[in-house]
C-alpha cells in the first residue's frame, strides 16, 4: 500500500454506534457517481466516483489487431491496462507500470473477458483502459465497473455487465466499500466483482486475512453492495441511450 | 527510433478542403481562422494532489496533478528549488497513442511546456528553499492527455499554470534537521503568465488551435507562446514541412494577440497574485 | 500489455474427457477430484543461498532462494526488517514462458506468495531489526519456476515456508557503527504456516491441484489458502472465467481440509519452531 | 543544461568594444570545418566544426524497411537519431538517450524530411545517424547541417541542402552562432534551419526569450548565417563531385 | 567477480605438499556429477555439479521459429540463455541479465552451433537455457558441458558431445577445474571447451595472464581433464538409452 | 536473446577466393597473412574529454574518450580508484549496427578491452586513491566504433591505451571534507602495455587483423594478447567454429610477434612513461 505515509492510524475505525471514520454503516456504500461518453475520442468512455475514488475508462475496438501476428483466428484479442496517474495516491507514484498495476490489469482484462462476446470480433482487437485519478480505495472495483461501462458505451455485445466493490473486516467488523484508511489499517480488504444475471464472481481477490465464516458473510455483503451498484449502471446506460434520437440508437 | 506519422489519404482530401476554406476565412467547424477553441478550466477537482486542473480547449482535455516532495537542490544551485515536468499521452485519449513509456511526441509536449515554465521565470525557485545546499521544495508537474482533438499544447500549459496557480504546497519546517509539516499550505507566487498558441500553416494560409482533423491535414504547424510583457517565450517548430520566412512576422502578431486573449480568460477564471500583470 | 493466452482446440477436447471422468469422481491421472499430487521436500541443498529449498509436487518443481542483506528499514516501520519476494518463471520450465524480465503471470506468483507471506505474518519482522531507524534485515525471497506441470502457486508457497523455516540467517552486530558478521546463525522464528490449494472448476465441478493437461482445460480456476488457525490467507482468482457464487461455500471447506493436509506433510519435514500449531 | 556545472559565469559576454567572449563580432559565425565521405562503411557521410562543436553524420540507404510492417507504399520511411558520446560534454552524458536527445532526433527528422525526395523510394527505409563528438554549443544546427551534407554524399536526392545555425540573446545583444558559454549565460539561445532556396524555415525552437521585435531581427540575423553556411556545404560539395573521375560521377 | 566479498585470501592457495585449497592435485577435477532428462516438461534436460558449482540445462525444439521473420531458410536458428539465480552466487545477483551473462550465452551458443546439425532443421528454432542454481567456479563450463548433454538428451543431432573445463594459474602453479576460492586469487582463469572427436577447441577466454609457455602447457593441462569429463558424458548418455526399453528407442 | 548472424551466399564464395589466395600466402587487399594494416593514432583532438584517442587501423575507425569523477571506491578495495569500459558499436559504422543499448557484441567487446586492461595491471589504482576507503577517482573509458571494416577489437585496446597514456586528469584535493579541483593535472602512469590480435582461421590457414569482407568469410577467430613481457592478457574465442588445437602454438608465436609491432607502433606516437618498457 503505497498511500498513507503520512496520516496516522485514528483510535478507532468503528465508533460505539457501529459507524466508520466517515459516517457510514458498515453495510454502505459511499456516494457513487457513475457517467458515460465523457470522453469525445475513445469508442466508448466511463467515468466513476466511489467516494474520493475517481476513475476513468475508455474503450478503443473492436479494431484491427496490431502486430497483426497477435490476431486470433476465432476472437478478438482484450488489451486491457489499469494504470494511476502519478498524483493519485499519497506518495508520488513513479513514472512506469509497477507490479501492483500489471497484476491488476490481468484481473481487470481477465474479469471483462468472461462477459464479452469476442468471438464475434474474429481478428480484431479491443483495447480497454482504466485510467485511476485519484485513489481512495477500491480502484481496481472502480475501474473494472467503469471499464464495462465503457464497452458498453461502445456499443461491445456482452452477456453481462460487471459490478464490482470491495469487502473487508475493520476493528473486527466486516465492513462494505473501504476507503483508503479503512484498507491501510483494517484486517483485510477483498475486492469482488460479479456479473449479477449468472450470479457468478468474475474477480476475487484477498489481501489480509479473515476467519472462513466471515469470508462467507463478506461475500454475501460484497454481494447486496455489487447489486446496487449494477442498478445505478443500468440506470446510466438507459438514461444515456433513452437520450439518443431514434436515428442514432 | 520513433518515425513520422504516416499521412492518409483522407488527410490530403481533408487539407484541400480546409485550404479552400480558409480562402474565405472559414474553418471546417466553423471558426475563423484565427479563433480560438472554448476553453475551460477547472481547478481543484482533487485532493492527494497538491495541485491540479482539468482544462479543455474544445473537446481536447489536459489534467495536470503536482506533487511536492522535499530533497536535495541542484549542486550548482543551492539555493533553488525544482521542478519537473512530465507529460504522457494516454492511451485512452486517442487511438494513435500507444501505452508505454513516453514516445517523442509525449517528450517533446513535456519540454516545450518545461521550457515556457522555465524561461519566462514563473514560479521564484529561490522562494522554494528551504535550507539552502540542503533541503528545497521539489515539484513534479505531471501532464496527462486525457482526450486528444488537436493541439495538446496550449491547453497543457493552460493546465501547468492553473494547477501551479492554485495548487496547496504543505509547507515544512527543520526539526532536527529533518523536514516536517508544519500543517499550514502556501501557493507558489507566480512571476509570469506565458502562453502559447499552436498554429497551422497550409500553404500561405494559416489558422491557429487545429482540431484534429485540421492538425492531420496541415502543411506544417509551430507552437509560439508570448508573456504578458510581450516576450517571445515559446517557439517549436513541431512537423515536417516548410515554413514561408515571410509568413513569420504576421504570426508573431497573431500569437500575441492570442495569447493574451487567453491569458485574460485565465485571469478570470484563477485568482493570480502576479504584481506586474495589468 | 499481456494478453490471456489462446485456447487451442486440444484444450477443449481435453475438457470434454476431464468433465466426464469428473462427474465419475475420477480424473485423466487417476487422482480423484480433491487429490493433490505428491510432494517433496527437499531443503539446504545449496551453501551460497542464507535458505533454500526445492519442492516437487507431482512434475511441478519449484526452487526458492533466500539472500539476507543489511540495509535501511522502511521510514514509516522504523523498527521491522523487510522481506521482497520475486518469481520467475524460467524459460527451461516450460515451453510457454518466455526469458525476460518476470510477465504479468511471474508478477502475479510473487505477490500472491508474498500476500500469503505478510498478511498472515509469517515472519515476525519486529525480530529482523538491528538499529531501529536505521539497520535492519532484508530477506531476498526468490521463486524460480524450473520444471511446469500445472499450479506453480502452492509448491511455490511450500517452497518460500520451507525456505525461511530452515534458512540460517548470518547474524550481525554494529561495530563502530557498521554492520558486522558475529559467525553466529540464526532462524527466522514463523508465527504462522499459511498453505494455499489451487482450486479448477469445469462447468459445475471441481477439481484441486491441477497438472498442466487439466488447467490448460479448466473453465476458470482460483487459488486459495488458509492457516493453521482457519482463517482464510489467500484468495485469487487467477485466469478468465465464472465461479457460480453458489459453490464457494463447498471449496472453502476443500481448501481448508486440504491445506491442512499440506501442513502435516510440511511439518512431517521441516522442524518449525511455531508456538501456536497444533 | 548539462555543461558547465564548473565554469562560473564571466563578467561580462559582450565588451566595451562591442566583441563577445570569443572575439567574435555580435553577426559573426565561429570558423568553420566541413568535410564530406569521412567514414566508409556509411552510403553517405559529412563531418562538421563549428568552433568547439565538432559532429558526424551518416546516412545509410535508401535500403529495405526493417521490420518491413513499417515499409510505406507510397515512400521511404527516415530514421533520424541524434546522440552525444558520453564525454562530449562537461559532465559525462550517461548511456542511452536521453529525453533531450529524443527531442532532438525529432525536430532534425522533420526538417530533413521536409527536402528529400522520399517519395521515389517506396518501401524503403533511409537512416540518418548524427553523433555529437564534442559540444560547444550549437550541437543540433551542426548535427543537421552535417546530416543534410551526408545526405547529398550519399547521392539521395533533395530539394535543398539544408543550413542551420543558432541565434541568440547575450546581455542584452543579439549575436550569432553561440558558444556553449554564451547559450549557458544568455538570455535566449534560437536554433533556425532553412531551406535557402525557398526562403523557408525548417527547424526552430527558442530556448529563454525576447521581445517580439528582436525575434524578428534574430531570425534575420539567422538568415544571414545560414546563407554563408549554405555557401559553404555548395562549395564542399562541389568540390567532392568535381575530385571525382567522370567514369565514378 | 561477484563473488567472495566477504571471504579473505588464504595465505596460501598451493601446499608445501603441491596440495590445492580442498586437498586436490594440481591436475585433479573436483567430484563430477551428471544426469540427463532431470526435467519433465523439456524436450532434453541435464544436472551438472562440478563440485559447488551445481547448473541445469534445458533444451526446446526443433520448433517453430518465434517470431517467424527470424527463421532461417536453411537451417535452425540456436537461441542460447546463461543465466544465474540471484542465490547462486555471495552477493546477491540483481534479477535481469547482467553483461557478464550476456557475453557468456554468447560464447556459449557459438560453442553449440559449432557441432548441431542445425542445416537438418529449415526454419525452425532451438532454444537451450543454462541455469546456474550455484555458482563455486566454473560455471560456464559445467554450463556447456550440460548444455550439450541436454541436446544429446533432446535427441538433437550433433556431430560431437561438447566437454568444457577451466584451467588456471594459482600462486604460480597450473591447475585444473578452478573453484571459486581459487579464480578469485588466482592469478589466471581460462576456460576451455572442446569437440574431442574432432581435437578441436569450441569455446577459449582468458581472465588474468600467464607466460606464453603457461598458455600451452595450460591448453594441455584443460584437455586432459575434457577427456576425462567426455568420458563421463558418454557413460551417462549410454546408460540413458540402454535403460530405455527397445520400443522407446 | 541475441542469434549469430546469418551468413550469406557472397560469404561462402568469398570464403573460397580467400583460401586460395591464403594457400599463396596473399590476400584480396594484398596483405600477406601476418600483415596488420595501417595504425594511425590520434590522440588530445577533444577537450571536454579528460583523454581521447582516434585510431583507425585501415578503415576501421575507434574513438575513446576518458571522463573522470570523484566518488567512493568498492567496498572491498577501499584504497583503489576504479575504471569503467563500455563500448557501443553506433550505427553510423555499420549497417549492420543498430541503434539502442549495447546487444552481445559490444558488451563482449568493452569485456574484453575491460579485461586486457584490468588483468595486466595496466593502471595503478592505488595511485587513483584521494582518500581511502571514501574519496577515489573513477575513470569512464567509453569506446565508440565510428566506421567499421572488420576486427574492431585491437584498435579499441589501442585507443583506449592512448587515451589513458596522454589523458589530463584533473587533480583533486579535499577541502573541508569535499574534493576540489586543484587546478593541475596528472596523466595514469602505466604499468604494462597489452596489445591483441585478432587472428581468422580458414581451413588450417590463417590470417590476423581481417578486414570486414574477409572477418564475414572466416570459418571462426579468435583475439588474443600479449603483454611487453610476453605474458598472455588476452584470449577470446569470439565467433562459432572449431580451432584445431594443434594450430594454436603456432598462433601464439604470431601474435607475439605483431602485439610487439603494434606496441613498437603505439610508442612511437604516444609518450608513455612506462618503467619496465624495453
Do not use: W
Request: hydrophobic letters at 40%.
Amino acid at each position: 500500500m503505497l498511500e498513507f505515509s503520512g496520516i496516522p492510524r485514528p483510535e478507532r475505525l468503528i465508533d460505539e454506534n457501529g459507524r466508520r471514520i466517515d459516517g457510514r454503516r458498515p453495510d454502505e456504500l459511499r456516494p457513487i457517481k457513475m457517467e458515460v461518453g465523457v470522453l469525445d475520442k475513445s469508442d466508448g468512455s466511463a467515468y466513476i466516483e466511489f467516494g474520493g475514488t475517481k476513475v476513468i475508462a475508455a474503450v478503443f475496438g473492436p479494431r484491427e489487431a496490431h502486430p497483426r501476428h497477435l490476431a486470433l483466428p476465432d476472437r478478438a484479442i482484450l488489451n486491457c491496462r489499469y494504470h494511476m496517474t502519478s498524483f493519485s495516491v499519497e506518495e508520488r507514484k513513479p513514472l512506469g507500470m509497477t507490479r501492483r498495476e500489471i497484476e491488476l490489469s490481468k484481473v481487470i482484462r481477465e474479469a471483462l473477458e468472461t462477459v464479452t462476446f469476442l468471438e464475434e470480433f474474429p481478428r480484431a482487437a479491443i483495447d480497454v483502459y482504466v485510467e485511476v485519478i485519484q485513489a481512495d480505495g477500491g480502484t481496481r472495483t472502480a475501474g473494472l465497473t467503469a471499464a464495462s461501462l465503457a464497452l458498453a458505451d461502445a456499443g461491445i455485445p456482452m452477456a453481462d455487465l460487471i459490478a464490482a466493490t470491495a469487502v473487508g473486516k475493520v476493528d473486527g467488523h466486516l465492513v462494505l466499500d473501504l476507503c483508503d484508511l479503512e484498507d491501510k489499517y483494517g484486517e483485510a480488504d477483498m475486492p469482488v466483482a460479479m456479473a449479477p444475471r449468472f450470479n457468478s464472481i468474475v474477480m476475487l481477490q484477498l489481501n489480509g486475512r479473515m476467519a472462513i465464516d466471515e469470508f462467507r458473510r463478506a461475500l454475501a455483503l460484497a454481494q447486496k453492495g455489487i447489486n446496487e451498484i449494477y442498478k445505478l449502471q443500468r440506470e446510466v446506460l438507459k438514461r444515456k441511450f433513452s437520450e439518443l434520437s431514434p436515428e442514432e440508437v | 527510433m520513433a518515425l513520422t506519422p504516416k499521412k492518409d489519404l483522407t488527410a490530403s482530401i481533408m487539407r484541400n478542403k480546409i485550404y479552400s476554406l480558409l480562402l474565405q476565412d472559414k474553418r471546417i467547424d466553423g471558426r475563423r481562422p484565427a479563433d480560438l477553441r472554448p476553453i475551460k478550466i477547472e481547478t481543484g477537482l482533487l485532493t492527494k494532489a497538491d495541485g491540479s486542473a482539468l482544462v479543455s480547449m474544445g473537446s481536447t482535455k489536459i489534467l495536470t496533478g503536482i506533487k511536492v516532495e522535499v530533497g536535495a537542490p541542484f549542486p550548482d544551485r543551492p539555493d533553488e528549488g525544482t521542478f519537473t515536468v512530465n507529460a504522457e499521452l494516454l492511451p485512452l485519449a486517442s487511438a494513435s497513442f500507444e501505452p508505454g513509456p513516453p514516445d517523442e511526441r509525449g517528450i517533446e509536449l513535456a519540454r516545450v511546456v518545461d521550457r515556457s515554465l522555465r524561461e519566462s521565470g514563473v514560479v521564484d525557485l529561490k522562494k522554494l528553499c528551504l535550507v539552502k545546499g540542503e533541503k528545497v521544495y521539489i515539484l513534479f508537474i505531471d501532464i496527462y492527455v486525457l482526450d486528444y482533438d488537436g493541439n495538446y499544447f496550449d491547453p497543457s500549459l493552460i493546465s501547468a499554470l492553473a494547477a501551479l496557480a492554485t495548487a496547496k504546497i504543505p509547507r515544512y519546517e527543520i526539526v532536527d534537521g529533518k523536514p516536517q509539516k508544519t500543517g499550514e499550505y502556501f501557493s507558489p507566487e507566480l512571476s509570469a503568465l506565458p502562453f502559447t498558441v499552436m498554429v497551422g500553416i497550409i500553404g500561405e494560409r494559416f489558422l491557429i488551435d487545429p482540431q484534429l482533423e485540421e492538425e492531420k491535414a496541415l502543411d506544417v504547424s509551430l507552437v509560439m507562446g508570448t508573456d504578458e510583457k510581450g516576450n517571445m517565450t515559446c517557439v517549436q517548430k513541431n512537423s515536417p514541412g516548410q515554413i514561408p520566412v515571410g509568413l513569420m512576422d504576421r504570426l508573431v502578431d497573431v500569437v500575441a494577440e492570442k495569447t493574451n486573449e487567453i491569458r485574460r480568460k485565465f485571469l478570470q477564471e484563477i485568482p493570480v497574485k502576479l504584481a506586474s500583470v495589468s
